[in-house]
């Protein structure tokens, strides 16, 4: 009995199909596809965590069929600042090839070196650099969700330094309402030096610092933001007189 390849194909392809979604990739492609930022970076850990999925995009490249397929991998590499896991990141194959790939960042925290046998700060060896200091700091205050005063003038200072409030914003908008003040820390709020940038903080504290400014801030005195800044203006206009 003749049987016709037209019904024995789709089963093929749905079998080849299968096994492909089904095949675990190997932890190698981390090595091979992970792209460092500095020389000397380099893979320290990959866990295969899940997450296959078709992709339509490569290289920049849309499609549109699915071209590829991706992968999650749970990798930890060390970099300058020291060592990092970047959680679900992803890399991407055009199907059937392990060559043609691409690894895409998930996100990411810095994690202890000493697992790996790395020096705390990784490729900077033992003493933290100021940049990356200056970045973890700015990670830091980025995720930190008790921060306010964000862009807030406060005083003469177009922008004002940030600060951690009892009750957050609704502490912002009692300081916005003239019901506490005149700086935030008289709202009960705590500067937050390491999330602030050092010129905020050097306007912030030069004004706490002279009390005619500061009077002149004193919504009491001058209810207005009109009034409280023709004051200030006043006395700058009197000092440089002198």
């Known amino acids: 009995m003749r049987v016709s390849t037209r019904a024995i194909l789709p089963g093929i392809v749905l079998v080849l199909a299968s096994a492909t979604a ?7 492609l981390c090595g091979k596809f992970f792209t460092p930022i500095v020389p000397g970076e380099k893979v320290l850990d990959c866990k295969y965590v899940g997450g296959d999925r078709p992709t339509h995009e490569l290289n ?30 992803s890399i991407c194959c055009r199907n059937g090839s392990t060559k043609e790939c691409e690894w895409r960042v998930g996100d990411s925290k ?35 969700k008790n921060l306010s005063f964000a862009g807030i003038t406060l005083g ?11 009750k957050g914003d609704d502490t912002l908008s009692e300081f916005l309402e ?52 023709e ?5 700058q206009e009197s000092r440089a007189g002198k």
């Not at 089904?22 to 190698?28: E, F, I, L, R």
């Not at 003469?156 to 009892?166: D, K, Q, T």
């Open 22 to 28: 089904g095949a675990k990739p190997s932890t190698d």
């Open 60 to 89: 920049g490249q849309q499609y549109l069929t699915a071209v590829g397929t991706c992968w999650d991998f749970d990798l930890t590499a060390v970099q300058r600042c020291g060592c990092r896991l970047f959680m679900k990141s």
């Open 110 to 144: 810095l994690v202890d070196c000493k697992p790996f046998g790395q020096p705390p700060f990784g490729l900077s060896g033992t003493t933290e650099p100021e940049e990356c200091r200056i970045r973890r700091n700015a990670s830091d205050c980025f995720k930190d």
């Open 156 to 166: 003469p200072c177009a922008v004002g330094p940030r600060f951690v409030c009892p």
């Open 178 to 229: 003239n019901r506490c003040g005149p700086t935030p820390e008289d709202c009960g709020c705590t500067l937050a030096e390491p999330c602030s940038k050092s010129e905020e903080i050097a306007c912030y504290k030069a004004w706490k610092a002279d009390p005619e400014a500061m009077a002149c801030f004193d919504a009491k005195a001058n209810p207005s933001g009109w009034a409280r800044t």
């Open 231 to 235: 004051c200030y203006r006043k006395l």
